[in-house]
C-alpha cells in the first residue's frame, strides 16, 4: 500500500471518527477518543473502553434493573438517530460486538471503519418518512419515498400507498417500529425502485438496533 494511501485511510478514518463523536446525543453514550498527537499514517491511537461486549453481556444486562436497561435503549436509540437524521454521519455496524456495557448502565461504540454518510436532502426526506409512518400519513410516506429513493420510470402509485397503508397499519398494531426499515426496503425493491447505497447503509443501521435495543 502506497503511504498517500495510508495517509488518506488514516485521515478520513480521524475524520469520521470526530464527526461521530460530535454525533452522540446522549452524554451517557461512550465512544472512544483519538490521541491525535500519538498517531500517524501508520498508527492510529485511541482510547482504551473497559466494558463488556454487549454480546457477551447477558447476565450483566439481565442484572440490570429493568428502568436501567431501559435508559440504556433510549440512550443509544437518540444516539444512532442523532447521528443518522442531524449529523450526516452515523456508524454503519451496529452489531452487538461494536458495542458495551458497564455495570452502571453506560453504553459505548466502537469500530468506526465503516461510517455512512447522509446528505441533507436525504436526512429530510427520511424524517417526512418516519412523521408520515407515526402520522399514518401513507399518502405523505408515499412522497416521501418518491423523493428519497430512485423510482422506476412507471410507479403503480395506488399499489405503492396501499402496501405502504398496510406496512404502517401493521406497525401502528403493535410491531416494533425499527422493523420497519426492513420491511420497507423489501417492499420498494419489490415496486421496483432502487435504494442509494449511503440511504441503505442508513437504514440497515436503524433495523440492526432492534435486536439490540
Given at each position: 500500500?502506497?503511504?498517500?494511501?495510508?495517509?488518506?485511510?488514516?485521515?478520513?478514518?480521524?475524520?469520521?471518527?470526530?464527526?461521530?463523536?460530535?454525533?452522540?446525543?446522549?452524554?451517557?453514550?461512550?465512544?472512544?477518543?483519538?490521541?491525535?498527537?500519538?498517531?500517524?499514517?501508520?498508527?492510529?491511537?485511541?482510547?482504551?473502553?473497559?466494558?463488556?461486549?454487549?454480546?457477551?453481556?447477558?447476565?450483566?444486562?439481565?442484572?440490570?434493573?429493568?428502568?436501567?436497561?431501559?435508559?440504556?435503549?433510549?440512550?443509544?436509540?437518540?444516539?444512532?438517530?442523532?447521528?443518522?437524521?442531524?449529523?450526516?454521519?452515523?456508524?454503519?455496524?451496529?452489531?452487538?460486538?461494536?458495542?458495551?456495557?458497564?455495570?452502571?448502565?453506560?453504553?459505548?461504540?466502537?469500530?468506526f471503519g465503516s461510517a455512512g454518510r447522509l446528505d441533507a436532502g436525504s436526512r429530510a426526506q427520511l424524517v417526512q418518512l418516519l412523521w408520515a409512518v407515526d402520522n399514518d400519513d401513507s399518502a405523505?410516506?408515499?412522497?416521501?419515498?418518491?423523493?428519497?429513493?430512485?423510482?422506476?420510470?412507471?410507479?403503480?402509485?395506488?399499489?405503492?400507498?396501499?402496501?405502504?397503508?398496510?406496512?404502517?397499519?401493521?406497525?401502528?398494531?403493535?410491531?416494533?417500529?425499527?422493523?420497519?426499515?426492513?420491511?420497507?426496503?423489501?417492499?420498494?425493491?419489490?415496486?421496483?425502485?432502487?435504494?442509494?447505497?449511503?440511504?441503505?447503509?442508513?437504514?440497515?443501521?436503524?433495523?440492526?438496533?432492534?435486536?439490540?435495543?
Amino acid at each position: 500500500v502506497r503511504p498517500e494511501h495510508r495517509m488518506h485511510a488514516h485521515t478520513g478514518f480521524l475524520i469520521s471518527t470526530r464527526r461521530l463523536a460530535d454525533g452522540v446525543a446522549a452524554p451517557e453514550t461512550l465512544e472512544p477518543g483519538v490521541a491525535a498527537d500519538l498517531s500517524t499514517d501508520r498508527v492510529l491511537v485511541m482510547d482504551f473502553l473497559d466494558g463488556t461486549p454487549l454480546s457477551q453481556s447477558s447476565d450483566l444486562v439481565a442484572a440490570l434493573p429493568a428502568q436501567t436497561r431501559a435508559a440504556m435503549a433510549s440512550d443509544l436509540l437518540g444516539t444512532v438517530l442523532h447521528q443518522v437524521l442531524r449529523e450526516g454521519v452515523f456508524h454503519a455496524d451496529l452489531h452487538a460486538g461494536n458495542l458495551m456495557v458497564w455495570p452502571n448502565g453506560r453504553v459505548g461504540l466502537l469500530d468506526f471503519g465503516s461510517a455512512g454518510r447522509l446528505d441533507a436532502g436525504s436526512r429530510a426526506q427520511l424524517v417526512q418518512l418516519l412523521w408520515a409512518v407515526d402520522n399514518d400519513d401513507s399518502a405523505a410516506a408515499m412522497d416521501a419515498l418518491l423523493m428519497l429513493l430512485d423510482p422506476p420510470d412507471q410507479v403503480n402509485e395506488r399499489a405503492l400507498q396501499r402496501d405502504l397503508g398496510m406496512l404502517i397499519t401493521r406497525m401502528r398494531a403493535g410491531g416494533d417500529t425499527l422493523a420497519l426499515f426492513g420491511s420497507l426496503m423489501a417492499m420498494v425493491i419489490k415496486h421496483g425502485f432502487q435504494i442509494p447505497p449511503m440511504l441503505a447503509a442508513a437504514l440497515r443501521a436503524l433495523g440492526a438496533l432492534e435486536g439490540t435495543l
